[in-house]
């Protein structure tokens, strides 16, 4: 009993960027910005689409499942983060150390089923458009984005009881900025190696697989696409694809890049860059990514202002 009460340290700390401590004030400006522009983004999405019904449509009910699970994402990990770069003590409690690991874990594995599921959406609104409100009716797209959440959450349920069931040897220090499994395993007491082969499975798992459907998806909205005769018919098919194959671009490329890398040397700092994009960067370009892009969405937030500034008057 006593060996197991050693194990559970009262907390961690999180050595992030303290051995390049010029960066951290630099850093603490950047974070803090696009994390206020990550929340204003998502909110903006979020509420353009609920609030104007031209927008209640699949591929914005999606979307707005997309922003929430940003807003989560981020907040689950970015003040955390900015206590610790403008703090000397940089340490986070046991239990928000589990927290932040089950959430991280929960909210990436969502996203990746998410963005499969969007791309099927806009599968079928390209290549079946006469069946398109009969197929992604309301309680099937309730339907696939309850399976999104439980599918990542039942996921982060096992990986993170798998990861903080191994017992810890001290120091307790995390050579990272978050909690995260590669790092609390590299704390581990015995041998993690059953552990590592686990994680590597989840990942190929939640990335590959998804992707590879991705692809299979856009493989027949490409074909479907050049069938169309019309030059602006063409343009106005992909405008409607491109934004979510930019922003699966961004989140594939660098979750991939981060879970499945062969080791190396550099591979800490890298983890740390590749993680800082995939956790932070990302979820801020992913609404100025479909509102630049998105003739719709610019149009209503426009209409919502006028609405905000003609009940005013």
């Known amino acids: 009993m006593n060996r197991i009460n050693e194990s559970i340290p009262l907390e961690f700390i999180l050595l992030g960027f303290s051995d390049q ?15 206020i522009v990550t929340i204003f983004g998502n909110l903006t999405i979020i509420l353009v689409s ?35 770069l403008y703090s000397t003590r940089k340490v986070i409690s046991y239990g928000g150390c589990v927290a932040q690991l089950f959430m991280f874990l929960a909210l990436g594995a969502t996203e990746c089923v998410l ?25 099937f797209c309730l339907l696939l984005a309850g399976a999104s959440w439980i599918t990542g959450f039942s996921n982060s349920v096992w990986l993170s009881t798998l ?3 191994l017992p810890l040897c001290g120091p307790y220090v995390l050579n990272h900025f978050l909690c ?19 994680l590597f499975f989840v990942s190929v798992l939640f ?10 998806s856009y493989a027949f909205i490409a074909q479907s696409v050049l069938r169309i005769q019309s030059a602006e018919g063409r343009q ?14 961004l989140f594939y490329g660098t979750a991939i890049s981060m879970y499945l890398q062969a080791p190396s040397p550099n591979s800490k700092d890298w983890g740390k ?3 800082l994009f995939y956790g932070i960067i990302a979820p801020m370009l992913n609404p100025l990514i479909y509102t630049l892009r998105n003739k719709e969405v610019k149009e209503a937030f426009k209409r919502l202002v006028a609405r905000v500034f003609s009940i005013k008057k």
């Not at 010029?22 to 950047?30: D, G, N, Q, S």
């Not at 290549?127 to 309680?139: D, F, G, V, W």
């Not at 106005?236 to 699966?248: D, P, R």
């Open 115 to 139: 963005l499969a599921i969007m791309s099927f959406d806009r599968f079928v609104a390209v290549c079946r458009p006469l069946h398109y409100s009969i197929i992604m009716h309301q309680r």
């Open 273 to 275: 860059m590749v993680s």
């Open 50 to 84: 609920r609030l104007d019904s031209r927008l209640h449509t699949p591929m914005y009910f999606f979307l707005t499942n997309l922003s929430l699970l940003d807003l989560c994402y981020t907040t689950s990990t970015v003040p955390q983060m900015l206590v610790n």
């Open 180 to 198: 995260e499994v590669p790092a609390l395993l590299k704390l581990s007491c015995v041998d993690t190696r059953a552990n590592e082969a686990e």
């Open 236 to 249: 106005k098919a992909f405008g409607t694809c491109g934004s979510h194959l930019i922003v699966v671009s």
């Open 21 to 35: 401590p010029w960066l951290e004030f630099p850093l603490f400006v950047v974070f803090f910005i696009s994390y």
């Open 163 to 165: 990861t903080l069931q």
């Open 207 to 216: 990335h590959l697989v998804p992707l590879t459907l991705i692809f299979i």
